[in-house]
């Protein structure tokens, strides 16, 4: 995918993964994608939740720019927390989690020629290209989106009992880490192979 595309696919994912793991009072509302014309998500209607996605695309468009035509990662988590007893007298709170979503990235700059005026704008290597490329990503993002509702609608005895009524019920964390992944679910976005554990 190329740079310009991050934001949106992630937007869809994430959304759609959250959305099907709130399990609280959601107030669901269908976003039409920005860049996708055939792909509506779900958001769950929390803000927080909402305004976290945003910043941790900017973070890792942000890296993507920095380091161009590299892999990358995000790792959407959702976990309990328990006391754990370290000492007599002291407690550590431990975090226990029972699902990771793992989105990987290939993220690749999109190859400039010049025409052969100089006075003209660079342009692609084809325009026909970019929007094959583009309807091919539309495509598999779809499948992507159903991967992830056959999974969340399949795999439901992991997760823990609701203990409140938040939009989201269970803590979570989107992270943009840098070692080995250990998943349950991987989403490769390059070529967009999905496999299951």
């Known amino acids: 995918m190329e740079p310009q595309q991050v934001r949106e696919v992630l937007r869809c994912i ?17 976003i039409d994608s920005e860049l996708f014309e055939k792909i509506t998500y779900v958001q769950c209607g929390d803000a927080t939740y909402e305004k976290l996605v945003e910043e941790k695309i900017d973070h890792l468009i ?23 007893h370290v000492a007599w007298f002291s407690n550590k709170v431990e975090r226990l989690y ?39 990503l539309e495509a598999e993002l779809r499948d992507v989106l159903l991967q992830i509702l056959q999974f969340v609608n399949e795999k439901k005895d992991h997760i823990p009992a609701v203990g409140n009524t938040d939009v989201v019920s269970f803590p979570y964390e989107i992270a ?4 080995p992944y ?7 976005l390059d070529h967009w192979i999905s496999c299951i554990k």
Not at 182 to 188: A, C, G, K, T
């Open 182 to 188: 250990n998943s349950q679910i991987l989403i490769y």
């Open 14 to 30: 994430l959304h759609t993964i959250m959305f099907n793991r709130a399990l609280g009072l959601v107030r669901p509302r269908d």
């Open 98 to 136: 029972w699902e990771q979503w793992w989105i990987y990235l290939n993220v690749i700059q999109p190859t400039h020629m010049r025409s052969r005026a100089s006075h003209e704008r660079p342009i692609d290597s084809s325009e026909e290209e970019r929007s094959k490329r583009h309807a091919i």
């Open 62 to 84: 942000a890296w993507v720019e920095k380091h161009p035509n590299k892999k990358s990662q995000v790792c959407l988590s959702f976990y309990e927390t328990r006391n754990k």
């Open 176 to 179: 943009i880490p840098s070692f």
